[in-house]
């Protein structure tokens, strides 16, 4: 985990810090926003610790760079007790969480934790191999920016393929986890399935069989093709 620190307080930096090299954390610090803005955006960092009473520029001037340059770390802030119009404020700006001081560094430990594992859920909502890709909330498809509309167990199907790009799965492997182990393994809805699926993208793209996603691995079974 690699975390920036902008804050000025030493105090409160000292046992920041220490708690984060305990907990394993790479750190990086700044005690003025000028600079922490300049480390944020150049940096790739895990999550950003913000306070907002800040020399150069506060914490939340910081928070708005970011999100209008696109940059969209996990950003918790640091305020006072009593700056509520601040919490308000910087949430709609979009901050990510806040922590009022005093806090507790475990509590703070606890919390990044939180937000990052929050964030990597979201980005793992969305598959994407090659120009194929599948929401798995709303099971949207997209073929090269353009949606496919495929039936569940057509979008269970690819999506049982493009988790493993490259990997080859036999037909059993397929019908088992598709469609459950009493289906008759003698039967071709696999191979039914995988022509559909080819179809409905090869409308959108005009590509021939030689360039779908989706390749024959002749006697064996087949697999999702791994971007060049
Ligand atoms: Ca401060």
């Given at each position: 985990m690699h975390v920036l620190l902008v804050e000025d307080e030493r105090k409160i930096t000292?046992?920041?810090?220490?708690?984060?090299?305990?907990?394993?954390?790479?750190?990086?610090h700044c005690d003025n926003g000028t600079e922490g803005f300049a480390r944020a955006t150049n940096g790739a960092y895990d999550v950003i610790i913000l306070d907002i009473m800040l020399p150069g520029r506060?914490?939340?001037?910081?928070?708005?760079?970011?999100?209008?340059?696109g940059n969209a770390t996990p950003i918790l802030l640091l305020t006072a007790r009593n700056e509520l119009d601040d919490r308000i404020e910087g949430l709609t700006l979009g901050a990510d969480d806040y922590l009022a001081k005093p806090f507790f560094v475990e509590e703070l430990i606890a919390?990044?934790?939180?937000?990052?594992?929050?964030?990597?859920?979201?980005r793992q909502n969305i598959l994407a191999v090659g120009d194929l890709s599948l929401d798995r909330?709303?099971?949207?498809?997209?073929?090269?920016?353009?949606?496919?509309?495929?039936?569940?167990?057509?979008?269970?199907?690819?999506?049982?393929?493009?988790?493993?790009p490259g990997r080859v799965f036999t037909r059993t492997q397929i019908l088992e986890h598709v469609w459950g182990y009493d289906f008759d393994p003698s039967t071709n809805v696999v191979d039914v399935c995988i022509q559909r699926i080819r179809k409905k993208i090869a409308s959108?793209?005009?590509?021939?069989?030689?360039?779908?996603?989706i390749e024959s691995i002749r006697g064996v079974g087949y697999r999702f093709r791994k971007p060049a």
């Open positions: 000292d046992f920041v810090c220490a708690g984060f090299r305990e907990q394993g954390f790479a750190v990086d506060d914490g939340l001037s910081i928070l708005k760079g970011l999100r209008k340059s919390r990044i934790q939180a937000l990052v594992r929050r964030v990597s859920g979201e909330i709303t099971r949207e498809v997209t073929w090269r920016g353009h949606t496919v509309d495929l039936t569940g167990r057509e979008f269970n199907l690819i999506e049982y393929l493009m988790r493993s959108i793209s005009a590509d021939t069989d030689e360039h779908s996603p």
